[in-house]
């Protein structure tokens, strides 16, 4: 048996995990018939991944429903802010200083964004060095400095309402499909994370014949404290329809025809 301390580049996932104790989750899932993402992916230019479709739908859906573009502080007096803004949290797997982490960007104003400024967003983080990027340099600070003091720092800048969504985003994405996982749910620090799984062709039902299509399981997970059932359904299903209707690929700037 080997036993030793955790690594410091993981201190950070162990302080977001010890402030999500306060979280009262909720679970949702459907799944999205990806065939119109498929065929404008085919189109378009430049690749555009299955995360950004599900950032682009997402945050243009929550911008019309503030009571779950929201946060919740405090517990003697709790109080509840409706953000003017859309910005997203997506994970990312990187290795800092040889230990495989989840680090986390923030794209901000992501419902006024089209789907290339997304990806180009994502694709600049994706690509990021963590031991250098100044995108992840209070992240390293925090690695730092002792636990007692990491974990202060931590619950200190998640209190601020005002500061939460260029901290932590108004919702959040976080995806598996590179590997063959088909669904999961994970709660990333905010009202909303969504779970994106891998697409895989599978038998769908269209006017009573069953044909193929790519299928994308989508998982939803909301707090409790902040949303209802009914609310958080709303919003999976208005990303889903988002999803299987997207705009003709034909309409792209550049895009391949025959």
Known sequence: MNVRPLPPQRRHTLYLQEQLRAFSPVFLDTE????AVRAHRAACPRRISTVTHVLHAAARVLAGHPDANAALSGRVSPRIARFSTVSGKLTLDKTLAGQRVV???????????????????????????????PAFAKLRALHRVPPVVGRLLFRLAGRSLAERPGLAGTFAVTSLGHRPVHGFHSVGGTTITFGVGQVTDRPVVRDGAVVVAPVLRLNLAFDHRVLDGAEAADVLTEVKDRLEKVPDAATWPGAVTE
């Not at 997304?118 to 690509?127: G, M, N, S």
């Open 32 to 35: 999205v018939d990806m065939s």
């Open 103 to 133: 680090l986390a960007a923030v794209l901000p104003d992501l419902d006024r964004l089209e789907l290339d400024e997304i990806q180009a967003l994502v694709e600049r983080h994706r690509d990021a060095d963590p031991e250098t990027d």
